[in-house]
């Protein structure tokens, strides 16, 4: 079982900056690809980010790449999503995921078991 706890969301202008966390618990974290997907009002979940067990490869959106930059760190059961350059069609409830079967990033969410709560984005004009 994979328990996993976002945190960092908020309110920001365009242009700026924001770093979400997902802390995760369970024994599997190291061997788990983990992803971020988002959820704006009224459309369907999208893929924002993943990255390998490893750390080592990372996928990313075509609308978010060179903005955002998806870590991890396995010492601290930690995934982290960096984003730069905020833009408003970012304003979404952002949820971090963990697939305990494939260990490659993937941006599929059926590639993936477990998921947070989310936690709200919001960018100001």
């Known amino acids: 079982q994979v328990q996993l706890v976002e945190s960092g969301g908020g309110l920001v202008q365009a242009g700026g900056s924001l770093s979400l966390s997902c802390a995760a618990s369970?024994?599997?974290?190291?061997?788990?690809?983990m992803g971020w997907f988002r959820q704006a009002h009224r459309t369907e979940r999208e893929f924002v980010a993943a990255?390998?067990?490893?750390?080592?490869?990372?996928n990313y959106a075509d609308s978010v790449k060179g903005r955002f930059t998806i870590s991890r760190d396995n010492a601290k059961n930690t995934v982290y999503l960096q984003m730069n350059s905020l833009k408003p069609e970012d304003t979404a409830v952002y949820y971090c995921a963990a697939s305990t079967y494939y260990g490659d990033p993937r941006a599929y969410p059926r590639s993936y078991n477990y998921w947070g709560q989310g936690t709200q984005v919001t960018v100001s004009s």
């Open positions: 369970g024994r599997t974290f190291s061997s788990s690809a």
């Open positions: 990255v390998s067990s490893t750390g080592r490869s990372a």
